[in-house]
């Protein structure tokens, strides 16, 4: 498909005898935001970095902008990959670091770039290995927005920011993106804040995509039911529970799916309450299921049209 | 708001709040996708959906290259439709809370009465 900016086809990554990423294969549309989200060690910055072009994949295909990015200028000049631990030469400050960037990308703004270091307050002469974490980050997201790059990555682009900071990059981000639409392919564990910026988010757990989805549709692939322990119990049946709390007599599940509308009916009967999750919540779901236990992609019900979907909300 | 919502019904309902309270006049533009996105910080096609939804049930417009305006009638439309919601959505929760107290229906519709003039006074 034209349409996809990134797109990978049984993508595996090996260190030795440790699988890191595992026949992935997945697709991500030009000019979105997406969220690469899944626990430490799930293969996010490693997908990211085979697609910068940084690492050499064991098999499979990787393709950004319709080619193989590994030792490939043209994708390469495309392509901006903004992460906290990037290496800069020595003596370097972050002035260097803005100057040697403008002749990196060629699409470029000196002037956002002077904007973004201001509300970041980054002080231009501090050589770069005297800088905190969070000015580290800060440093990887004014180059990662004012590269202006058609694929931009943003791996934790957060690490060491405070709240104010974090709220700042959201606002830039956002407003970047809407005047100058291009491709974000974020990783983040602080799913809350970051959920509605997404359009579409992707998964992985041990190196396997377990979803990959518009936001919309990933929160309505699982809800919860609360009440009673027992109705919960009767009320489940043979569907796949993600998370299972107790409190007293009192039970809470997560469960994969839908809920029909026999469920609703049946729990309200039983005076059980039918919830939605956050994105949040069943990202940490997903992560507490074993390697090789279903993924929510084979549970939940085939696949909606946009259509359908907004009518079953309404 | 109701966090439970998808994010787009969300941006849906704030915009019909503010054409029932006025801060939207009819046949007044409404804010753009963009800056809906920027002031809730939300992604650009969410909003756009949320508009888009109103567009749909013809609360709103689309001006080619101008905007979205407010379509005359839209207050009443709104109106209408959430007064059919109401006993659902406001008398129904009200009268379980109640029931559940032990306050009947006739105390409740006293309260009711007291707090209406309460609140009148004021």
Redesign the interface.
């Known amino acids: 498909m034209m349409n996809l900016a990134i797109e990978t086809r049984s993508l595996t990554k090996k260190y030795g005898n440790t699988t890191v990423l595992d026949n992935l294969t997945l697709g991500i549309e030009k000019n979105t935001i997406c969220g690469l989200l899944g626990r430490n060690g799930a293969g996010k910055t490693t997908l990211m970095s085979i697609l910068a072009g940084q690492e050499l994949k064991t098999s499979g295909q990787a393709r950004v902008l319709g080619a193989e990015p590994f030792e490939n200028a043209q994708v390469l000049a495309g392509l901006s990959f903004a992460r906290e631990n990037q290496k800069y030469p020595e003596e370097f400050k972050v002035s260097h670091v803005v100057r040697a960037a403008a002749w990196f990308y060629a699409g470029w703004d000196a002037d956002l770039a002077r904007r973004l270091v201001g509300e970041f307050r980054l002080p231009l002469k501090t050589p770069i290995k005297k800088l905190s974490r969070g000015q580290l980050s800060a440093v990887a997201i004014v180059v990662g927005l004012a590269s202006r790059a058609p694929v931009t990555f943003f791996d934790e682009p957060y690490l060491g920011l405070d709240a104010t900071a974090r709220g700042i990059f959201y606002d830039l981000l956002l407003e970047d993106y809407m005047e100058h639409p291009r491709t974000i392919l974020m990783s983040t564990h602080l799913i809350d804040e970051a959920a509605n910026l997404l359009e579409h988010v992707v998964v992985l757990q041990d190196g396997r995509k377990v979803l990959d989805s518009s936001v919309e549709e990933a929160t309505r692939s699982a809800f919860t039911l609360s009440g009673t322990a027992t109705a919960v119990d009767t009320a489940v049946g043979g569907r796949q529970i993600l998370r299972s709390q107790a409190l007293g007599g009192l039970r809470s599940v997560t469960i994969a799916g839908n809920p029909d509308e026999r469920l609703r009916t049946e729990a309200k009967a039983a005076g059980l309450e039918v919830g939605p999750v956050t994105l949040q919540e069943l990202v940490a779901a997903f992560g507490l299921l074993e390697s090789g236990e279903s993924s929510l992609a084979a549970a939940s019900s085939p696949p909606q049209t946009q259509h359908e979907a907004e009518e079953a909300i309404r | 708001m109701d966090e ?1 919502k ?4 969300q941006v849906a309902e704030q915009i019909e709040g503010r054409i029932l309270d006025g801060t939207y006049p009819e046949e007044t533009q409404v804010p753009s996708t ?1 800056e809906f ?2 002031y ?7 909003a756009g959906k949320g508009l888009n939804r109103l567009v749909d049930t013809g609360v709103l417009y689309k001006r080619r290259g101008i905007g979205m305006f407010v379509a005359t009638g839209a207050r009443a439309t709104l109106t209408a439709t959430r007064r059919e919601a109401f006993g659902d959505q406001y008398v129904i929760p009200l009268l379980h809370e109640a029931a559940r107290l032990g306050i009947d229906p006739e105390e409740l519709i006293a309260m009711i009465g007291q707090r209406a003039a309460v609140a009148g006074q004021a």
């Open positions: 439970s998808p994010i787009f019904i963009n996105a920027a809730m910080r939300i992604n650009p096609a969410t």
